[in-house]
């Protein structure tokens, strides 16, 4: 009589004998830069850590939160989402000099950016908004190619920007350089935190002063009416490597960027009432 066979299978994905993928990348940290606004809380909590849980592997999944210092509301919404999972890292900013930022939240937020050292531990790190959306499994070869991030970009004038929101002049004012991608788009955004301190040093030479002065200054030109004069060209384009130019699958998108005829489909209001 012959044996019955038996089907095994492995009790693992990854083979004892073979070398977990995730080691062979950086580090890296996902940060989200917030506060204890309602909406937003709801949206990390529904769109972003649902899609988290079910695309990031689970023994990569470090996140930190940073909230304003100041704000009480804030210390007690850190507190809290620190005790759920996926248990995040929370590290308070303090408000320093707010005329730098005009007692703008969002200019701030864009400050906290340039100070990746203060919150991550990690050698990169990649900013998510709350509203952030990954939408297929996350693998170390989509946000990494070579030891170097992966980076989607749209090129041309961002048609979905308003009227009073032209990055592009910021770029050209902080680097000397017209605009040649915009990456609002996708997420995770990832950065090398010691580029950014050295980006930070770079401008306080080629400006002769402090960065928060220099931050402070490049929001003065922010006009809105010169988005083609400070972007480059297509013409630059063809200049360069068509290797770069190939489309890469996306691991995340940004929920509130589904667009129709250049308009926002869905509005935070939106995706807080039915996540």
Known sequence: MRPKRVRAYPRSITPSNEVDPWREIPSLELVIRTNSEEKFIRLYLTWFLKSLKLFWPEHRQNVTLVLDDENKQDHDTGTRLS???PYPKVFYRKPGD???YTNDQRRRMFLSYFYPEEYASA??????????????????K???VNGKPTVQARIGQPF???ALECWSDVTEYFVGKKEALQCMTYFPVIFKVQHVVEFRRVAEKRFGKPF?????????NWTGDRRRESQQSLEYFRSIDASLLIPKPRVAIHARHYMEHGSYITTYDDMTKNP
Do not use: A, H, N, R
């Open 212 to 220: 928060l002065q220099i931050f402070k200054k490049s929001f003065l």
């Open 83 to 85: 005790q759920k999972w």
């Open 160 to 162: 979905y920007q308003q």
């Open 123 to 140: 050698e990169y790190v990649g900013f998510v908004d709350t509203d952030t959306m990954f939408t297929t499994v996350v693998t170390p």
């Open 98 to 100: 707010t005329s730098i």
């Open 142 to 144: 989509m946000l990494f």
